[in-house]
């Protein structure tokens, strides 16, 4: 179907993508770093599920209308704005509890799972983005374009996983000794708040 040729080029483009600040890695980041390295990688599982959600929409020609219809875009990134306001809320409410699990064991691991998947399909941009991106490395003549864009996808999904697991790690690590102090737990909970509240802001001003 493909080249491979082609694969490594759009492997290597993704995870030079996956490495560039965005809110995706900064919100790993921050869930990592504030209650652990397994929290920021169930994160991670869930925005990457939510890509299939976005390679499903280019196939399926939802990514298009997105980009055409301006009340569908700003339905879904209100939606998602609203999420990430919610979780601005949780995090500067949140307790100042010490020790290294007590943070990650407030949620559940389909909590965290969950965060991500919303995160991630709440986010038109992101459909938008592969609208432009997966037709680049398609290629009519090599077969159904609905199976090269879920190729493209998962490899897109692997690349993600590598550098997003990776960021989750570090900032679990980071993250770690700010939990064995209630002060630097408490100061960290509002940088989350902060964090969450741009995003949110971010995505709610987010243009076609």
Sequence with gaps: MFDTTILLMFFTTSILLALAPG????????????????????????????????????TLGLAALFKASATAFTVLKLSGAGYLLYLAVLSFKAGAETGPLAAADRLSAAALYRRGIIMNITNPKVSIFFLAFLPQFADPSKGHLSAQFLLLGVIFMIATIIIFGAISILAGVFGEHFRKSAFAQKVLNR??????????????????
């Excluded at 919100?27 to 890509?51: E, I, Y």
């Excluded at 940088?191 to 076609?208: S, T, V």
């Design 23 to 58: 809110p995706d890695n900064l919100f790993v980041m921050t869930q990592a770093a504030q209650q652990g390295r397994k929290a920021g990688l169930l994160v991670t599982l869930g925005l990457c599920s939510g890509l299939l959600f976005h390679t499903a929409a280019v």
């Design 191 to 208: 940088a989350a708040a902060g964090i969450f509240a741009g995003l949110a802001l971010k995505l709610a001003l987010a243009q076609r």
